[in-house]
């Protein structure tokens, strides 16, 4: 079957829902193992993004981790989601970036592609992570300009200190998208170790939500880029992301679709 036969079978089985178009980096992905990680293909999905509409995306690459009880995990995939919730640090990232936690390396390879970005150094903690990029070669599909940029170093990316100045930092160490305001003081503890002047977390717009929410009063409908400026001051971080147009809007989105509900006492 030739592409265009698969486009239109995709598009007659999925109802004519737009396709999810990857922004900044389209890589290929080969299935593999490294140990508990597995990265597969699925071949066909139908999801929202963290603020786009529903759209298909196929061929997906997702890596999971095999849990001691038997299950999985999913740490990452190019899903709209994943890809969308880590685009604003990709763009607003500059100068020597930081990236903490390898995954699927989508979000260091296309922070590589921004010409603002000099070089990006990747703290990955797990050796079979990092085995399993040995052999994926993910950065290699990238221009030379982009993967001359890019190293990746093994550590822990709460302990680990850089041997040259951080101009940007983008942690995405965690499995679910939102555990809570605890996360800022993780990414606090990075900050005092590389001493990054400029964040961008992943979940963050969550977190502001939620802090907005909870400490200031203002419901996630209400959200404006004046309210998330004070949620962000109560971080105590250098947030990225705030001055750009339309993150308010976006973060609305974000929210009112996977914020958890306020906890009663
Ligand atoms: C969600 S994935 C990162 C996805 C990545 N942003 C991407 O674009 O593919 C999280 C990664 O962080 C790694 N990790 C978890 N805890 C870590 C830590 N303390 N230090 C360094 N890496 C860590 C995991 O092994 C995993 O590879």
Same mark, same amino acid.
């Given at each position: 079957?030739?592409?265009?036969? =698969?486009?239109? !079978?995709?598009?007659?089985t999925?109802g004519g829902?737009?396709?999810? *178009?990857p922004?900044?980096f =389209?890589?290929?992905?080969?299935?593999?193992?490294?140990?508990?990680? =597995?990265?597969?293909?699925?071949p066909?999905?139908?999801?929202r993004?963290?603020?786009?509409?529903? #759209?298909?995306?196929?061929?997906?690459?997702?890596?999971?981790?095999?849990r001691?009880?038997?299950?999985?995990?999913?740490?990452? #995939?190019? #899903?709209?989601?994943?890809?969308?919730? &880590? *685009?604003i640090?990709?763009?607003e990232?500059?100068g +020597?970036?930081?990236v903490?936690?390898?995954?699927l390396? $989508?979000?260091?390879?296309?922070?590589?592609?921004?010409?603002?970005?000099?070089?990006?150094? @990747?703290?990955e903690?797990?050796?079979? @992570?990092?085995?399993? +990029? &040995?052999? !994926?070669?993910l950065?290699?599909?990238?221009?030379?300009?982009?993967?001359?940029?890019l190293r990746?170093? *093994?550590?822990?990316?709460l302990? $680990?200190?850089?041997? =040259?100045?951080?101009?940007?930092?983008m942690?995405?160490i $965690?499995?679910?998208?939102? #555990?809570?305001?605890?996360?800022v /003081? /993780? @990414?606090?503890?990075?900050?005092?170790?590389?001493?990054?002047?400029?964040?961008?977390? $992943?979940g963050? *717009?969550?977190?502001?939500?939620? !802090?907005?929410?909870?400490?200031?009063? @203002?419901?996630?409908e209400? !959200?404006?880029?004046?309210?998330?400026?004070?949620?962000?001051?109560?971080?105590?971080?250098?947030?990225?992301?705030?001055?750009?147009?339309?993150?308010?809007?976006k973060?609305?989105?974000?929210?009112?679709?996977?914020?958890?509900?306020?906890?009663?006492?």
């Amino acid at each position: 079957m030739d592409i265009d036969h =698969q486009q239109a !079978l995709t598009w007659l089985t999925t109802g004519g829902t737009p396709r999810f *178009e990857p922004p900044l980096f =389209q890589p290929r992905y080969t299935p593999m193992q490294a140990q508990d990680w =597995q990265l597969q293909l699925v071949p066909l999905i139908i999801v929202r993004g963290y603020w786009s509409d529903t #759209s298909v995306a196929t061929d997906m690459a997702v890596l999971t981790r095999t849990r001691p009880d038997g299950g999985h995990d999913s740490w990452m #995939s190019m #899903s709209p989601m994943e890809l969308e919730s &880590q *685009e604003i640090g990709c763009l607003e990232a500059r100068g +020597h970036t930081v990236v903490m936690g390898l995954g699927l390396g $989508w979000a260091a390879a296309a922070a590589a592609m921004n010409p603002a970005v000099t070089a990006v150094t @990747v703290v990955e903690m797990d050796r079979a @992570v990092l085995d399993l +990029h &040995q052999r !994926l070669c993910l950065f290699e599909q990238l221009p030379a300009a982009a993967r001359d940029k890019l190293r990746v170093v *093994e550590g822990d990316a709460l302990d $680990w200190t850089p041997d =040259q100045p951080v101009d940007f930092l983008m942690p995405d160490i $965690w499995l679910p998208l939102y #555990s809570g305001p605890g996360r800022v /003081e /993780e @990414v606090r503890r990075m900050q005092a170790n590389t001493g990054a002047p400029l964040i961008y977390f $992943w979940g963050q *717009e969550l977190v502001l939500a939620a !802090l907005a929410r909870d400490r200031l009063g @203002v419901p996630v409908e209400a !959200l404006d880029a004046d309210t998330l400026r004070r949620a962000a001051a109560l971080t105590g971080l250098p947030l990225a992301g705030l001055d750009r147009p339309d993150y308010a809007d976006k973060l609305r989105i974000a929210a009112l679709r996977r914020l958890p509900p306020a906890q009663t006492a």
